[in-house]
């Protein structure tokens, strides 16, 4: 098939570009929507970041897990991310995040899809509880970039850690270091992860 329509041929033309573009589009953002409702993204989420009517992305979910989507969002308290456990993961998260966007392969919610696969490879590896769904891994990629939770280099072993931004502890410690008296005999796994992702020191 030529790639250029001739003048002379005008039945054999390819469709308009626009309408081409739409349809293209259009499955590439269903595909997005139906890899973001595998990993468990609320209906919020997905409004916020594919381009496809609500009525669509309902019936999409409805579709694919057999039941409507929840409504409304659940509340992520920010402070939740530099505690002892979650810190941990979401440091994990957040490394492996910086380090796909540093490839420059993808970004944005592309980029933010592949490090909560790496995540979950990580924990399911490591035989750890999943801690951060995919709506709350998606909430603390959003406070990273608007500049509210930041890494911070522990002091003793050199990896980075989330902790809040403009924290005034200029010489932070991490939990793996420092673990809290009630951490108990809890499994270091993941915090150690986060040191051998590169870039992540
Ligand atoms: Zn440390």
Redesign the pocket.
């Known amino acids: 098939m030529n790639a250029l329509p001739q003048a002379s041929t005008p039945l054999s033309s390819p469709m308009p570009a626009p309408a081409r573009k739409s349809v293209l589009q259009d499955v590439e953002q269903t595909r997005l929507a139906i890899e973001m409702i595998a990993q468990g993204a609320r209906l919020q989420v997905l409004e916020s970041e594919v381009a496809l009517p609500r009525v669509r992305l309902i019936r999409l979910y409805k579709e694919l897990c057999g039941v409507s989507p929840p409504k409304g969002m659940l509340p992520f308290p920010i402070d939740w991310f530099v505690t002892w456990r979650p810190n941990a993961h979401a440091s994990l998260l957040l490394c492996a995040y910086r380090f796909i966007v540093a490839q420059g392969q993808v970004d944005g919610i592309h980029a933010m899809l592949s490090s909560y696969r790496l995540y979950r490879e990580y924990v399911s590896q490591a035989d750890e509880e999943l801690l951060i769904s995919f709506t709350r891994a998606w909430t603390l990629v959003r406070f990273y970039e608007r500049g509210m939770l930041e890494l911070a280099r522990?002091?003793?072993?050199?990896?980075q850690?989330l902790v809040h931004a403009h924290d005034p502890r200029r010489r932070h410690?991490?939990?793996?270091?420092?673990p809290p008296a009630r951490a108990g005999k809890t499994r270091k796994a993941p915090?150690q992860a986060v040191q051998h992702i590169p870039h992540a020191r």
């Open positions: 522990c002091r003793t072993c050199g990896g850690y410690v991490c939990g793996l270091c420092e915090m």
